[in-house]
């Protein structure tokens, strides 16, 4: 998502230049060539990357093949901390210039990554403001840019134009759902999510469900959690579901970043395998999960996270988002604290400033 941003305004920049890479289908229509497809090498924990250990070293393989054969003029490496810096040890080896757009979480764990940061990587581009600090102590090249989200983020229609468009009552309350973008945690998250509907359901008949479908989901695998179930499952109206919703379920995520940016009160909930969940209790350094919470360090919205996460919890927490207008309030002051901590936009262009700068620099 963000990738293709910063490909857009690349080309603006640099009219002609060649972009290749790893991502997903939106970078594919940007023009950007594909080594590997994301949706092959997305996955959460120590543990469930081991299946995707093949996949993942095949990609890295072509990509490091590529950089070899034909250096880049700079590489533009986006999160994914443990597959990029590898890779940024190669590109250095070719002579390419390494920029690093969203940063691994070295606040939260590894920090020790921050000393093969400083020595593999050009220049740190961070979209969170406490980051800064962080890594300018740390004798690194780090630029605050804002959070690209600033400039996605918003509704394309009206309520009532939503509403019609997927037959749902304007003047009844509407729950938004986000189980995850990945196919695992939609198998962890989504079916205590449902259990949950069936609750807020019994309890408010009136309210309505609607589940926007992360791009590269399956809904077959959606149809099959959901069981029947009246959920509305809408594509590529994410940012209109969340925004008319009087409450949201949001797994940890972009996607809790998200839901605050457009306003609405949400719980955010998270399950992972237990081995994962036991490791990282040992290894975080944070007492709160979600980036929303960490960035205002507060729990501001509630966290029901692994064993906290229950159908009752959840719907509990929910109908209380939907009824306690001073809760509501309270939230919505938040997240406007939390808006003006984000920079002021054109996240895209700031960071091809910044590759041009470390190319002619």
């Known amino acids: ?38 949706r092959n090498t997305a996955v959460v924990g120590p543990f469930e990357v081991i299946t995707h250990l093949g996949s993942l070293y095949r990609v890295f393989r072509r990509l490091s093949e590529r950089v070899e054969e034909e250096p880049p003029t700079a590489a533009i490496l986006i999160d994914f901390p443990d597959f990029n810096l590898r890779l940024a040890k190669r590109l250095k080896e070719a002579g390419t210039p390494v920029i690093y757009y969203i940063s691994p979480q070295v606040w939260a764990w590894r920090e020790g990554r921050v000393k093969q940061i400083r020595n593999l990587v050009d220049k740190m581009l961070v979209i969170f403001p406490f980051e800064e600090e962080l890594y300018r102590r740390a004798g690194v090249n780090v630029e605050f840019v804002g959070h690209p989200l600033i400039d996605m983020v918003r509704p394309t229609m009206t309520k009532e134009e939503f509403c019609r468009r997927h037959h749902l009552d304007a003047g009844k ?17 989504l079916p205590t999510i449902c259990e949950a509907v069936d609750r807020i359901r019994s309890a408010k008949p009136d309210t309505q469900f609607v589940l926007p479908m992360a791009p590269g989901l399956d809904r077959q695998l959606l149809d099959k959690i959901i069981q029947g179930r009246k959920i509305t499952i809408v594509t590529n109206e994410t940012y209109d579901a969340v925004r008319y919703a009087r409450a949201a379920i949001v797994a940890s995520g972009t996607a809790t970043l998200e839901t605050a940016l457009l306003g609405t009160p949400e719980v955010i909930v998270y399950r992972i395998s237990a081995a994962t969940w036991f490791l990282g ?31 009752e919890a959840v719907a509990k927490t929910t ?3 939907m009824d306690d207008v001073w809760l509501q309030s309270r939230i919505r002051g938040n997240y406007e604290q939390l808006r003006r901590q984000l920079g002021n936009g054109k996240v895209a262009n700031r960071v091809v400033q910044a590759v041009s700068d470390v190319i002619t620099g």
Request: aromatic content about 8%; glycine content about 12%; charged content about 30%.
């Open 281 to 311: 209790k040992f290894l975080l350094k944070v007492r709160l999960f979600g980036i929303v919470n960490i960035i205002l360090g507060e729990e501001v919205v509630p966290e029901l996270f692994q064993d906290k996460f229950t159908p």
């Open 1 to 38: 998502m963000y990738g293709v941003e910063v490909a857009r305004a690349l080309r603006q920049k640099f009219p002609g230049c060649r972009l290749y890479g790893l991502g997903g289908q939106r970078m594919r229509d940007a023009g950007v060539e594909l080594e590997g497809d994301i």
């Open 173 to 189: 309350p509407i729950v938004a759902l986000l189980p995850g973008s990945r196919r695992k945690e939609v198998r962890y998250i």
């Open 319 to 321: 109908m209380k988002l």
